[in-house]
Nanobody, 119 residues
Framework: QVQLVESGGGLVEAGGSLRLSCAASGSIFSIVALGWYRQAPGKQRELVAGITNGGGTNYDDSVKGRFTISRDNAKNTVALQMNSLKPEDTAVYYC?????????????WGQGTQVTVSS
């Protein structure tokens, strides 16, 4: 089992910045990738950014150049630095971990943190 706890959401004006952080605990050794997803009202949950154990990253096209994902393996945390925020970035942001153990892959989710960008 992996537990994820997010922090750092809030209300910001367009053009501003926020930093989300997620702390992982439990079966840390089984994590193969971490990431951030978001879900806006009436829309499906979508991948924002992901980072592998090797440090490889991927981003949704809508956030490239504005968001940066990073991880601190010593602290078991993953962060999402969000700059130049737009109203369309408003959503609940979820921390995600993919864990693999004995050929069984599981996905874990944090409780979500609200990000609201005002125009």
């Amino acid at each position: 089992q992996v537990q994820l706890v997010e922090s750092g959401g809030g209300l910001v004006e367009a053009g501003g910045s926020l930093r989300l952080s997620c702390a992982a605990s439990g079966s840390i050794f089984s994590i193969v990738a971490l990431g951030w997803y978001r879900q806006a009202p009436g829309k499906q949950r979508e991948l924002v950014a992901g980072i592998t154990n090797g440090g490889g990253t991927n981003y949704d096209d809508s956030v490239k150049g504005r968001f940066t994902i990073s991880r601190d393996n010593a602290k078991n945390t993953v962060a999402l630095q969000m700059n130049s925020l737009k109203p369309e970035d408003t959503a609940v942001y979820y921390c995600h971990a993919r864990a693999a153990q004995v050929m069984v892959v599981r996905d874990y989710w944090g409780q979500g943190t609200q990000v609201t960008v005002s125009s």
